[in-house]
């Protein structure tokens, strides 16, 4: 079974794709940190180099590898942006929003000392607001189910979304 985990910068994708694999014994795949490998280099440096669309078309490419991934699949959350991926995402058995409210996702994103994000990491509140807002509708509309993160912990949105697919 294939499951994605859609879903803001902080929102979890990262953290819960980890515990459900484990929780599951199945693998998981973060798209992010395959492209990581592959690229061998920071996705910011990438960025740098190359430019964000450089970036969204490896990552259409990557999503393309993983559609029938047996397990549980964790993109970054700018992967609902492109036209051709919402179309992978609809056709794939199982997508989870991870939803979360603008100030949660602040808070983890900036006590996350692991990750640097280079969208966000030097802007604003109201342009991150900016970046946030457009999308929520597309992580509504793409998802098969909406799970709301802001006061549970990994382990707690794992064990939801396992309750969705009946264990
Ligand atoms: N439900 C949660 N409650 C509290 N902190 C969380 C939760 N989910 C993730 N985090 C923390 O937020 C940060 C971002 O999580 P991550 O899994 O990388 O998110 P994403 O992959 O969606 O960007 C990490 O430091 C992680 O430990
Ligand atoms: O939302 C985005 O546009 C991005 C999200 C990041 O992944 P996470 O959502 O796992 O932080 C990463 O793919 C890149 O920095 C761009
Ligand atoms: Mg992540």
Redesign the pocket.
């Known amino acids: 079974m294939t499951i994605v985990l859609i879903?803001f910068?902080?929102?979890?994708?990262?953290?819960?794709g980890k515990i459900l694999a484990q929780k599951t014994s199945s693998k998981q795949v973060d798209l992010d940190k395959y492209i990581v490998d592959k690229i061998n280099m920071p996705i910011s440096e990438y960025f740098d180099k190359y430019g964000v669309e450089a970036f969204r078309t490896l990552e259409t490419q990557i999503l393309k590898e993983h559609v029938n991934f047996p397990g549980i699949v964790?993109p970054g959350?700018g992967v609902i942006l492109k036209e051709e991926n919402q179309a992978i995402l609809r056709n794939m058995p199982l997508v989870v929003y991870?939803q979360t409210n603008l100030d949660e996702l602040l808070n983890?994103?900036e006590?996350?000392y692991?990750?640097y994000r280079p969208l966000i990491d030097d802007k604003t509140v109201d342009e991150i607001r900016e970046i946030y807002l457009p999308r929520v509708p597309l992580y509504e509309d793409i998802a098969h189910h909406t799970i709301n993160?802001t006061d549970?912990?990994?382990e707690q949105?794992a064990d939801m979304i396992l309750a969705l697919v009946g264990d």
């Open positions: 879903g910068m902080g929102a979890g994708k990262t953290t819960v964790s959350g991870l983890r994103i006590h996350d692991e990750n993160t549970k912990t990994p949105i």
